[in-house]
């Protein structure tokens, strides 16, 4: 919300009503605003903070009910307000405010723990439900707490494509953060991922499924409260679950399974860019499951290497020799040749990234090839054939 600009109007005793404001007169009051303003201490915001006050003040101006034609973050349009803007950002980073932090994805060895310490167990109603919330937002790279409590029980559909594979997909497009609406741009971004059968007790179409059926048939909620004690088939409250729990559901998982930290909802979002970022996915694939306007947000999820990536590395500059399985050694160079003579790159993937219980990211791990919106995808494991993990 715009309430650092509102706050900031009032003190100097101009109007807070800047919705009206003619264009020119809106371009100084924001040059202003960008030179003056100054946390509860005095400082400087830092960088991020900085850029999303600016962001939520240009998305109240264009969101329902003023729904403006113009972008404060075109320049063309506020020339001087951008121009302090950009020198301020100068400024951040000299005083050496430019500390961006970035959500963590879940390590390797914190996803394996998730995948056997039984918190993601459907046989109970806590369990199940984080289970169901961890596969949505995985696989549909959601961000951590938008739109959570508005998802109704109906807002999936379950399908099969041209293969007779089994996947979900959301049944509308939400309005997001990037995506309000509010521009026919939007059109150009509306793109469905979806969430594929994997097999076995963990598949994850199988757990909504079972979630869908045990729930409670008085509201339409998604997520409901769990019930103490379960009986007649329903395992849920009619009451949904409040806005504080969902927001801290990866947190709480994180202190029940007892991961090496405390993540976040919007850690689990960093998780899905960075695997299928590592797994060698072109940018503009990824862009079309996590929703992202341009690719340089996708980049800053993914800053750093994995820890088996770095460990690749170490062992690289060392002077050691990458092991291959013995299975693997003799048919390695042949798959290599095979490769180069159908003109296809290999993408770099170690398999032990990724959860073979969580939808179309185990199609990632265990195949060579697989579908993403009608772009296929060619996964090789340079450690040679189908290793497992």
Known sequence: SPLFFIEWLCDRNLDPNFEDLPIDQLDNTLRRFYAEVRNSDGEYYSKSTFVGVRASINRHIRGHPYSKPFSLLESKEFPKSNTMFLAMLKKIKKEGCDKTKHHLPISEADLEILRNCGVFSTDCPKSLQRKVWFDITLNFARRGRENLRQLKFDCFNFA??????????MAY??????????????????????????????????SLRKYLELRNPKTDHLFQRPKDSVQNGVWYNSAP??????????????????????????????TTITLLSHAGVETREIMKISGHRNESSIRS?????????????????????????????????????????????????????????????????????????????????????????
């Open 241 to 270: 679950i409040g806005e504080r729990t969902l927001n801290d559901m990866m947190k709480v998982i994180s202190k029940d399974a007892g991961l090496s930290r405390v993540y976040t909802n919007h850690c689990v979002r960093a």
């Open 173 to 206: 497009n939400e309005s997001t953060k990037n995506h309000q609406g509010d521009n026919l741009k939007d059109r150009d971004f509306e793109c469905r991922p979806r969430m594929y059968a994997s097999g076995g007790a963990s598949c994850p179409i199988s």
């Open 301 to 389: 999820y993914n800053t750093d290497s994995s820890s088996s990536q770095k460990r690749a590395y170490s062992g690289i500059i060392q002077g050691q020799k990458p092991a291959l399985p013995p299975s693997a050694a003799a048919g390695s160079e042949q798959q290599m040749l095979q490769l180069q003579n159908r003109n296809q790159v290999p993408a770099v993937i170690d398999q032990r990234h990724f959860a073979n219980s969580y939808g179309f990211l185990n199609q990632v791990a265990n195949h060579r090839q697989f579908d993403i919106h009608n772009s296929v995808v060619h996964v090789h494991n340079y450690y040679g054939g189908n290793q497992s993990a």
């Open 160 to 169: 099969q494509d041209e293969n007779g594979c089994e996947y979900v997909e």
